[in-house]
């Protein structure tokens, strides 16, 4: 027997619209259409698993459909996340995606761009949060479209045509204020380079929360990364190992901590078993991110989570509309990040104390 193949007409039923709706919303033409409708639309064609022939809207319209994608690595739970659901975005409104891995080097960003140029695509999502963007400019001037997921620009930058992030300060309020309900006074916070306008604001929001109930984050209690290897993600985890050990062999070890990401909570996890402490009896610890390995670590791991999918949704919608002429100019799109407590998380005990009085 043969299956019927889905189309736009299909979709259209399913979600009680027409198919000049479906089609809008496939190619980005949906800047003014009610969000209940477009959401009905894109709920549609998931669960039909229904993707647009990219190719044959290509002919028909002239335009290349194909978007790119740069991420430090797409073996970074992180990223890999945000590569999935990037490109998911994209195929519900009919384009591909072209992922390139930059390690967040320049010169390997500008090697992309150039390629990406050159297939004719303009459109470009970048993962990074690192600014500035400036060595994008000569590529901006030949046409490229760039979106960034993860920062935002500077006042009066302006390179990005779009961009979408967490409230990184939030981020840190939530982290902080977690922890002192909890009863924790001596908070840690261990990091990489901090040379971003969301790690800034994250640690500005860690400080804030701090100083509303009294505690100071001296520098003692900032561990961070740099000249000590590669800012690589996959390094993360050495890395949080190594922060996580270094902090509790002082003389007043932190009672809790205050991770970059995920996966340096996850080293943080291995430094404190290889001193012998018990999580969260002799040391807490929350992480960011809430990637896929938070939930199944033992035990759980408290994270801040941002919500991945509606933020590649977002970026990608944005970007379409303005590929097609259409949309804002300079958006930012700023999601809400929200607290994940699970068993790394609990308050004070008195074992963390045993380095300092051995």
Known sequence: ????????????????????????????????????????????????NYTPNALAQQFKSGQNKTIGLMVPSVASPFWGAVAHHVERAAHLRGYRVLIGNTTRDHSEEVRYGEMLLASGVRGVILGSAHVPFDHFRPLLDRGMQLASFGGRPAEGNDLLGASVSVDADLVGRLSAMHLLGLGHRRIAVLTGPIRSEAHMQRLAGIRSALASQGVELGEDLIWRAQNRGSSDDNEGLEQGRIGVRELLATPEPPTAIIAQNDIFAIGAYAGAADLGFSIPRDLSIVGFDDILFAAVLRPGLTTIRQSVPDMADGIVAVLVNQLSGKGDAHPHIRSTPELIVRGSTAPPGAANTRLASS
Not at 4 to 11: L, R, T, Y
Not at 24 to 39: F, H, L, P, S, Y
């Open 1 to 48: 027997m043969k299956v019927a193949a889905i189309g736009i007409q299909e979709v259209a039923r399913a979600a009680g619209v027409s198919a000049t709706t479906v089609s809008n919303v496939i190619n980005g033409r949906d800047a003014k259409m009610r969000a209940e409708t477009r959401d009905r639309v894109i709920s549609a064609m998931k669960a039909m």
